[in-house]
């Protein structure tokens, strides 16, 4: 059983800085893409950063700019930093990743952490 764990969110005002952590925990063999979706009530939840196991980054044209994805491989940890903060980025903010377990090589490749809310005031 493998599970992600976020935590850095929290209440900021308009134009300040966050950065969100995740890790991911039980037997692990490797993370392939690991990544950030933000969900608001009422909407569908929306991509804001991925990056795979070499570092490619995308980013939702939204964040671009602003806020920065990285991981750490050893600690199977992902973070986003977000400058310039605006009210609509207000959401709850979930990480996501594809993990491969190691023993059986059991591949989890939609594994979704509980969510951090962050909210942004004007």
């Known amino acids: 059983q493998v599970q992600l764990v976020e935590s850095g969110g929290g209440l900021v005002q308009a134009g300040g800085s966050l950065r969100l952590s995740c890790a991911a925990s039980?037997?692990?063999?490797?993370?392939?893409?690991m990544g950030w979706y933000r969900q608001t009530p009422g909407k569908q939840r929306e991509l804001v950063a991925t990056?795979?196991?070499?570092?490619?980054?995308v980013y939702s044209d939204s964040v671009k700019g602003r806020f920065t994805i990285s991981r750490d491989n050893a600690k199977n940890t992902v973070y986003l930093q977000m400058n310039s903060l605006k009210p609509e980025d207000t959401a709850v903010y979930y990480c996501?990743?594809?993990?491969?377990?190691?023993?059986?090589?059991?591949?989890?490749?939609?594994?979704w952490g509980q969510g951090t809310q962050v909210t942004v005031s004007s």
């Open positions: 996501n990743a594809d993990i491969l377990t190691a023993g059986e090589y059991t591949r989890y490749a939609d594994v």
């Open positions: 039980g037997i692990i063999f490797r993370i392939n893409a």
């Open positions: 990056i795979t196991t070499g570092g490619t980054r």
